[in-house]
T-cell receptor
């Protein structure tokens, strides 16, 4: 299965600022997924990112707040914009395995907004 | 609505005990089901993947079963150890798109194994 390097692992940010999270995959993948995990809750899909096209956002998530880039088949970024304390969460990227259709996740970014 | 439910929400056991974590899903038309482990503040580690055509998968002390007709999966952990303490998440993939699809996650079971 793919190996994903996610950065940063954690950050503490001031409200009103933005943070960009990076995910690098060791193989080419068609689709990458970005999830949010709020404290004490399970994972919620933010968007699906295809290379060369606009990301597809889930209900409740908008591009202005969570812009995503997907410049090539091994890399993607998620930006959390104009942050508020409610954005404090763990953010995770994920890719699917084309052979067994299982999913691999990055190590997560633990974001605290103060 | 496709939902995934995990019971119990939390479980505390003494070291060495065998235990079962439960996952139920509302739509039997699943593609596969995956069990993950999550340590506090960290990402997800895949434990076992069961395709819809399979009944169970085993890896070391872990065994996962799948019963599509009843909408249930169980994760069996044998001879539990303190290092097994983590949150265990069940996730279901409902579509057959080969290019990937969303996962629907349960709320997780927080397991504590006491020495």
């Amino acid at each position: 299965s793919a190996v994903i390097s996610q950065k940063p692992s954690r950050d503490i940010c001031q409200r009103g600022t933005s943070l960009t999270i990076q995910c690098q995959v060791d193989s080419q993948v068609t689709m990458m997924f970005w999830y949010r995990q709020q404290p004490g809750q399970s994972l919620t899909l933010i968007a699906t990112a295809n290379q060369g096209s606009e990301a597809t956002y889930e209900s409740g998530f908008v591009i202005d707040k969570f812009p995503i880039s997907r410049p090539n088949l091994t890399f993607s970024t998620l930006t959390v914009s104009n942050m508020s304390p409610e954005d404090s969460s763990i953010y995770l990227c994920s890719v699917g395995d084309i052979w067994d259709y299982g999913y691999t996740f990055g190590s997560g970014t633990r974001l605290t907004v103060v | 609505k496709q939902e995934v439910t995990q019971i119990p929400a939390a479980l505390s056991v003494p070291e060495g005990e065998n235990l079962v974590l439960n996952c139920s899903f509302t739509d039997s038309a699943i593609y596969n089901l995956q069990w993950f482990r999550q340590d506090p503040g960290k990402g997800l580690t895949s434990l076992l993947l069961i395709q819809s055509s399979q009944r169970e998968q085993t890896s070391g002390r872990l065994n996962a079963s799948l019963d599509k007709s009843s909408g249930r999966s169980t994760l069996y952990i044998a001879a539990s150890q303190p290092g097994d303490s983590a949150t265990y998440l069940c996730a279901v993939r409902y579509t057959e798109e080969t290019s990937g699809s969303r996962l629907t996650f349960g709320e997780g079971t927080q397991l504590t194994v006491n020495p």
